[in-house]
């Protein structure tokens, strides 16, 4: 907590890492237009965006799954591939990520059973914990509600997207 409490008072690029890094940590949590854009980016590192946002309840496991099982792929990823240094996905992440899909594209966890859903979950307490808050209670997935799919992760994309191309053309 020391970290976080200091990170705040420390202008410039520094404390805005430092403060990244607590939200990672979870020591901060992340507001859910970060948690947004947190999505994006370490969701479109190893495949397109679309691999996420064409995914739906017919597809497979409810996102909090999908989350926990990309998990296991970056840890794969970085040992075939450590020339790219994809991030591991800390629990605070993948908390906030798996809330931030679970409202923009579907969250289909109660048509599914429980026990298997905690199967599936193979004992990552931090998505375990969040599979037994209540979508209200999920700060993030509750604010994010209602937001329609479509133009919100787009709208995050088409931000985060720009100045790269603006980059490529010069
Ligand atoms: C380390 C690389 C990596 C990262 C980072 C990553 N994925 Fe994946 N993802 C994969 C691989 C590998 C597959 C399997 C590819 C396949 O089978 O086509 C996959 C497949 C998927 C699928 C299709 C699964 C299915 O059952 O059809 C979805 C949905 C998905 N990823 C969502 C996400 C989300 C959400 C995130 C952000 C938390 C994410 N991915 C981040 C590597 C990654």
């Known amino acids: 907590m020391t970290m976080a409490i200091l990170a705040a008072f420390i ?28 999505a994006v980016v370490r969701c479109s ?3 397109s965006l679309d691999k996420v946002t064409k995914y739906c309840f017919r597809c497979g496991p409810p996102l909090i799954v999908v989350v926990h099982n990309m998990k296991a792929f970056v840890t794969l990823w970085q040992k075939k591939f450590p ?9 605070a992440e993948a ?39 209540p979508i209200k209670a999920r700060k ?15 709208e995050v994309f088409d931000d985060i997207q720009q100045p790269k191309k603006e980059q490529e053309k010069k």
Do not use: F, M
Not at 103 to 108: D, Q, Y
Not at 140 to 154: C, F, N, R, V
């Open 11 to 38: 202008p410039g690029s520094y404390g805005g890492r430092a403060l990244d890094k607590a939200k990672s940590l979870g020591y901060i949590e992340y507001p859910p237009k970060e948690a947004e854009q947190l």
């Open 45 to 47: 590192q190893c495949h």
């Open 140 to 154: 993030i997935e509750a604010a994010l509600a209602g937001k329609s799919a479509p133009g919100t992760y787009k």
């Open 83 to 91: 020339e790219q240094q994809v991030p591991a996905l800390t629990d």
């Open 95 to 133: 908390v906030a990520i798996a809330q931030v899909w679970s409202a923009l594209i579907g969250n289909w966890e109660d048509g599914w059973n429980k026990n298997d859903l905690i199967k599936l979950l193979e004992n990552d307490k931090a998505l375990l914990k969040l599979l037994d808050t």
